[in-house]
């Protein structure tokens, strides 16, 4: 067993030289084989024991806490002892005890290990059996018919590959004992209902039922590992330059469709460190098939749209405020919400304009001047009649988003200047024209 813990922390590279190592010890077989073999390595590492008190077994727990300090004591290992109460925190996180147990557990690890530091804990062969049957009952993908990776993060697990027989076999050969956790016999755990019940029973089946799960798990972590590659190779494919994360819809939609959801699930994975569940990716499959201007909102924040040729990605943000300014003559009026300066100003005869300066006839502006965002009823004149500022913003392709703060230059309804699209062409200056009206834009 030393060998195969040994070959597994060199194949996957798990602790470099002069490492920081925690070990999750519980004092079962597992948690003190992984312990001994750590220790008996002869590497530069630096190892603490955390040892983690759930308040829930009373003197039993008392006693493996004890039995930790000690068996760390007799390896001259240091060994830190954390207290929860479990069943309180399991309530004010409104969690069950079992998945409440194990968030305390890696939090106590990581708060020990540090930014810098690795996790170590063991589990093994059986292990990942019971992990990869739960996901499969609960319902998932390739990725979760992996298991448990050998190294995730900083979180390591040399005894992945070793059976529960051959970890109580080493523990006999180096004189070691173990304590037995009572609960482990209680079928009131998912988990152990699976180690109790079904394990068994595959194992009546197929005696190597446990051992061929494990393999074919470490076998979809190859598959896994490969197609998340061409996924991510996929992704950089279709994905847009921009500041957004935006998908080329097109070429999203020629992707086999395993690859495709591959590829959505990495655009989410971008705002959204949670896994990204079958129905998200379905919805946005769906989306995929609608028009433009077709938008989905998320629990998680997640704002996805069809934007034209592209599927574009972003936070989900509160609906801008409208604004809308005055614009005396000669005087420069900030814009707040746009970041720039704008000034109007009158002459008698047409100047030689810079490319931030619009000229218009001023005796056709009947009313009086403003800079503001769009409203129901704007329009702006061109040549073959007038055209509704909203279907002018579609038909320029502007982002929904964009539309809302959009700088507008009007009198009423009727828009002189849709700033950097479109000026009035009924506001155009010619040879009848008296007065001229000036508008410069600038940033701020």
């Not at 279907?391 to 703060?405: G, H, N, S, T």
Request: aromatic residues 6%; contains cysteine; proline residues 3%.
């Amino acid at each position: 067993m030393r060998k195969k813990a040994r070959n597994t922390i060199e194949k996957y590279h798990m602790f470099p030289r002069n490492a920081k190592i925690v070990v999750g010890l519980s004092g079962g077989a597992d948690s003190v084989a992984l312990l001994h073999v750590l220790c008996s390595l002869e590497k530069e590492w630096n190892i603490t024991a955390v040892h983690v008190h759930h308040g829930l077994r009373g003197e039993e727990a008392d006693r493996d806490a004890a039995f930790a300090e000690k068996f760390c004591e007799a390896l001259g290992v240091p060994c830190i002892v954390r207290k929860y109460d479990v069943k309180a925190e399991a309530k004010a996180r409104k969690l069950g005890e079992e998945e409440t147990g194990r968030l305390l557990r890696y939090e106590a690890f990581r708060e020990v290990a540090g930014e810098d530091g690795y996790i170590s804990v063991a589990h093994h062969r059986k292990d990942q059996a019971e992990t990869v049957l739960m996901r499969l009952c609960r319902g998932t993908g390739l990725t979760g018919l992996v298991g448990m990776s050998p190294v995730n993060g900083n979180i390591c697990r040399p005894l992945l590959f070793c059976s529960r027989q051959e970890i109580e076999q080493y523990c006999k050969e180096n004189g070691l004992n173990w304590q037995e956790d009572a609960t482990n016999q209680e079928e009131t755990y998912t988990r152990n209902k699976l180690r109790l019940r079904v394990l068994p029973l595959l194992e009546e089946i197929h005696p190597k039922a446990v051992e061929h799960v494990s393999e074919t798990a470490e076998l979809l972590a190859l598959e896994e590992d490969f197609l998340e590659q061409q996924a991510s190779a996929c992704y950089e494919a279709v994905k847009l330059n921009g500041t957004e994360v935006a998908l080329d819809r097109k070429k999203l939609c020629e992707l086999h469709p395993a690859m495709k959801k591959r590829v959505l699930r990495k655009a989410m994975a971008e705002f959204c460190s949670a896994d990204v569940s079958q129905v998200q990716i379905e919805a946005l499959e769906d989306l995929l098939q609608k028009e433009t201007g077709k938008s989905r909102d998320f629990l998680e924040g997640i704002h996805a749209e069809n934007r034209y040729d592209a599927l574009v990605f972003s936070v989900k943000k509160e609906k801008p405020a409208g604004y809308q300014v005055a614009l005396p003559l000669g005087e420069t009026v900030l814009i707040p919400e746009m970041g720039l300066n704008i000034t109007a100003w009158t002459g008698e005869k047409e100047e030689l304009l810079p490319e931030d300066t619009k000229c218009f006839d001023f005796d056709k502006v009947e009313g009086e001047l403003s800079c503001r965002t769009r409203r129901t009823g704007d329009y702006i004149s061109l040549k073959n009649g007038r055209k509704k500022i909203k279907d002018l913003f579609i038909d320029e392709k502007i982002p929904r988003e964009e539309r809302e703060i959009f700088p507008l230059i009007a009198v009423g309804e009727e828009v002189l200047w849709a700033v950097g699209l479109r000026a009035s062409e009924r506001h155009q200056p010619n040879e009848h024209t008296k007065k001229y009206l000036y508008i410069r834009i600038e940033k701020a």
